[in-house]
């Protein structure tokens, strides 16, 4: 039962008992026994009152308490979070792309910026070359010789296209510039015939000098009959008529020499061949001779 039921019962039945003891002792007579009795009556009943009022304020058992609870202090630890700490991501790197150089037309690859250095390549049209420096001739950067492992030459960059950032290759300055020379390679061509027969020779110079002027010696060995030729081109014929009209040769450039003119066709003899180049006309300047059999 709640406890303010218990409280009014309780109280209601003090009162009953109480209004009983007043009305007893209204018919004793002052100082009577019966009096002092109901007086003792009284007193007894109160007390057994206070005692059944004092055990009904305890709360019974097995039923919850009334009495408000202070709400439990709040805790100063900060609750555990199941979100979990964000942390920086590493930016991405960017592999650094290597700087390509396309050429879109044959050009020269030589030891330092200009023909007065020895040819060290040539690289063809639709060729790529890996760009791996700079250099303080504006026109010129340094790209590795496909044709030989761990070797470099300076590309002239008037035909090629370049790809890439080069601002972080290494800055390399022209090596000495060296003495000037006159080189050039020779071989068998093609048989040319215009009146006669003309045995053909490619020539390229591989120098650092122009060359102006050329001139050639062809010996049949099998009949001990020679031809030869001199002047100021290297031109290449196509019968009579001049196909490509070459005036001189550049460090680097190709052009051809012919032996004039073997009154039958030596082809599939035994021959030997005298070339002789020059850096002036007339055959004057430097010149270099290069000799070698063939077999047109």
Request: net charge negative; with cysteine.
């Amino acid at each position: 039962m709640p406890f303010h039921r218990v409280r009014f019962t309780a109280l209601l039945g003090l009162a009953a008992i109480m209004v009983s003891a007043c009305a007893l002792s209204g018919l004793l007579l002052p100082g009577s026994k019966p009096a002092e009795e109901a007086t003792q009556t009284m007193q007894a009943v109160a007390t057994e009152a206070q005692a059944t009022l004092d055990a009904a304020s305890q709360p019974t058992p097995g039923e919850a308490s009334t009495a408000t609870s202070a709400p439990p202090a709040a805790s100063s630890t900060p609750a555990p979070s199941d979100t979990p700490a964000v942390t920086d991501t590493p930016a991405n790197t960017a592999t650094p792309t290597v700087p390509i150089a396309h050429v879109n037309q044959n050009t020269n690859c030589r030891t330092g910026p200009g023909t007065m250095y020895d040819l060290r390549y040539t690289a063809g049209a639709g060729t790529d070359l890996t760009v791996v420096g700079r250099t303080t001739a504006n026109d010129y950067l340094i790209v590795n010789d496909p044709n030989h492992a761990g070797q470099t030459c300076w590309l002239w960059l008037r035909y090629v296209d370049v790809s890439g950032d080069i601002s972080v290759l290494p800055l390399s300055t022209p090596p000495p510039t060296p003495t000037p020379s006159i080189g050039f390679s020779a071989s068998y061509s093609y048989m040319e015939g215009c009146v006669g027969w003309d045995p053909g020779f490619k020539i390229e110079n591989t120098g650092s000098l122009t060359l102006k002027s050329v001139s050639v010696t062809a010996k049949d060995n099998d009949t001990g009959t020679s031809e030869s030729f001199s002047g100021d081109n290297f031109d290449k014929l196509g019968g009579c008529p001049v196909v490509t009209g070459i005036p001189k040769l550049e460090p680097g450039d190709t052009g051809y020499a012919y032996a004039h003119s073997f009154a039958y066709d030596p082809s599939g003899h035994s021959m030997h061949a005298t070339i002789k180049v020059c850096s002036e006309t007339g055959l004057g300047g430097l010149c270099a001779t290069r000799s070698f059999d063939f077999t047109p």
